[in-house]
């Protein structure tokens, strides 16, 4: 039989014989759906969007598609890949993504016959960075040690956290680059002092880590000293603003920055790191300044260094009052001079402030020279016809020699200005004069 395209729950069956000799009708209801000849698909998901990224994730959202009969769901594309689908919403909400990574995303529409749309516009999505952050360390135990008091800039801290880590980082105090400063760390033991040794740490360059050269600013080794102390400059170098410091407080050995340790305690707490607080005091002078290896065009320069009393950032080479250059290091190649000439220099020291300090002892160069020589002159051959002898003053030279040019500069003989003197040559020929 053939089921007419008339959608409806309402329906039943009815047989019957020719001529109405009997007839029968099914005593249920049953469903008639849309046929399989719809081939229309639904449009296109509009306006796609994607929201809230983070480094793992998105959200996705767009406008609902429509179709001749009813649009059944949608399927979600990372690429060319399908990965996810949804019923009726136009959200979806994309995981396990890359930190760092652009992804591009699409959404195609399909209804109940199995049609599918085109894909609707892309969108192209970044994730954010991966976040980092600080390796975990704490002492396993404290029941018998644990660190009483950390004293540092305005951080005055009485710790009564029983924890092998305790997190202080919403204390924090400002230090100065090119500062000074004291940590004073005190102990506290349950009934007997054991011995304790400490590490403190400060992110200096602020990349969540305490690996980078002098960020571990203090340490003291196993004792039973209370409290203990330690100075150490915060250095010009150091990236403004704030970052992490690491106290450890370890049972009888140094502790590292990342470890867990069978006794003791780790704090950590904020330091807010600002510029050099009013440096106006200029560098020593350089000393000791001297040119050595000088030739017609180019001199050495060296010198002492300098001190300041937050740190030396180079020096200025002089010649005469002109800046020649400025370097790092306590020697400089000076070059482009010209020969035979006399020249000073003075070297100038700078700090990280802009303040500069008076000049170096001046050191005063003559470059040598330039080198003259004769021109060249020779025979070509000597087989026919050479020089035999020379007289001239004290010079008496009869010559063996057969090159075309025959250098004699070793004779010599003493002539008075204004005096006539008489030179005499004699050739020598092979055979025909």
Request: proline share 3%.
């Amino acid at each position: 039989i053939t089921v007419p395209n008339n959608t409806g729950t309402q329906n039943r069956i009815l047989i019957k014989g020719t001529n109405h000799i009997f007839f029968d009708v099914s005593n249920t209801n049953f469903t008639i759906t849309a046929g399989s000849s719809d081939t229309t698909a639904p449009t296109a998901p509009t306006a796609l969007t994607a929201s809230g990224t983070t480094a793992t994730g998105t959200n996705l959202s767009w406008t609902a598609a429509t179709d001749n009969v009813a649009v059944t769901g949608y399927d979600v594309y990372q690429g060319a890949t399908v990965i996810g689908s949804t019923t009726t919403a136009t959200t979806y909400t994309v995981t396990g993504l890359t930190a760092s990574t652009t992804y591009s995303f699409t959404v195609k529409a399909k209804d109940g016959s199995g049609n599918i749309s085109a894909a609707s516009n892309a969108v192209s999505v970044t994730t954010l960075a991966a976040t980092a952050a600080y390796c975990a360390s704490q002492g396993n135990n404290t029941a018998d040690e644990k660190i009483g008091k950390v004293v540092f800039g305005s951080i005055n801290n009485t710790s009564t956290g029983t924890a092998g880590y305790e997190d202080f980082t919403s204390l924090s105090t400002s230090v100065s680059k090119g500062t000074a400063y004291t940590v004073t760390i005190t102990p506290q033991w349950t009934s007997s002092a054991y011995p304790e040794a400490y590490s403190v740490w400060i992110d200096y360059n602020n990349d969540k880590d305490f690996d980078d050269a002098g960020e571990q600013v203090f340490t003291s080794a196993a004792s039973t000293t209370t409290p203990i102390s330690g100075s150490f400059t915060i250095p010009a170098t150091a990236a403004s603003g704030p970052t992490r410091m690491r106290v450890s407080m370890k049972y009888n050995a140094l502790p590292t920055a990342c470890e867990a340790f069978p006794y003791g305690q780790v704090e950590d707490y904020t330091v807010n790191i600002t510029a050099a607080a009013g440096d106006t005091t200029a560098p020593s002078a350089p000393t000791s300044l001297t040119a050595s290896g000088t030739t017609q065009t180019t001199t050495n320069l060296s010198w002492t260094a300098s001190t300041d009393n937050v740190g030396v950032t180079g020096y200025d080479v002089y010649q005469g009052a002109t800046l020649k250059a400025t370097v790092t290091t306590t020697s400089y190649a000076v070059t482009g001079l010209t020969a035979a000439t006399a020249y000073t220099f003075s070297v100038k020291a700078n700090d990280a402030a802009g303040n500069t300090s008076a000049a170096s002892n001046t050191v005063s160069v003559t470059t040598l020279s330039s080198t003259v020589s004769y021109c060249a002159s020779q025979g070509n051959s000597t087989t026919d016809e050479k020089i035999s002898k020379v007289v001239f003053g004290t010079i008496s030279n009869t010559s063996t020699g057969t090159a075309g040019y025959e250098n004699y500069t070793t004779l010599s003989s003493d002539a008075t200005r204004g005096s006539a003197y008489t030179i005499t040559i004699t050739p020598q020929w092979t055979s025909t004069v």
